[in-house]
């Protein structure tokens, strides 16, 4: 059974950091990519970042490019989201997610083409 564990989150200031970890249990993840997404709310999910756990391709959203990095840890199947310099903006639901692909190179962006999703992780940032 595949399980996805976000951790990390939690109310900080503007311009403060967080990691979010995400523990993947359950298969193996080498044909997966392993994206972040973000829901607040009133809004549909959008996606952050995604690194492929077979390589290190990663993608990040235009938004966030700068301030929030995603990598992996592969001996201890965990993703994270470093993100620096929060703002009020970054409010929201953060969830962690895996697609099967065949792509070597690109990770997909849409939360259509994931498979597994974790229950999430409230980040909240206040001004």
């Known amino acids: 059974q595949v399980q996805l564990v976000e951790s990390g989150g939690g109310l900080v200031q503007a311009g403060d950091s967080l990691r979010l970890s995400c523990a993947a249990s359950?298969?193996?993840?080498?044909?997966?990519?392993m994206g972040w997404f973000r829901q607040a709310p009133g809004k549909e999910r959008e996606f952050v970042a995604a690194?492929?756990?077979?390589?290190?391709?990663?993608s990040q959203a235009d938004s966030v490019k700068g301030r929030l990095t995603i990598s992996k840890d592969n001996a201890k199947n965990t993703v994270y989201l470093q993100m620096n310099n929060l703002k009020p903006e970054d409010t929201a639901v953060y969830y962690c997610?895996?697609?099967?692909?065949?792509?070597?190179?690109?990770?997909?962006?849409?939360?259509?083409?994931?498979?597994?999703w974790g229950q999430g992780t409230q980040v909240t940032v206040s001004s």
């Open positions: 690194i492929r756990w077979s390589g290190g391709s990663t």
């Open positions: 997610a895996a697609a099967a692909t065949l792509s070597r190179t690109s990770v997909p962006t849409t939360p259509a083409r994931y498979h597994y």
């Open positions: 359950g298969r193996s993840f080498s044909s997966y990519a």
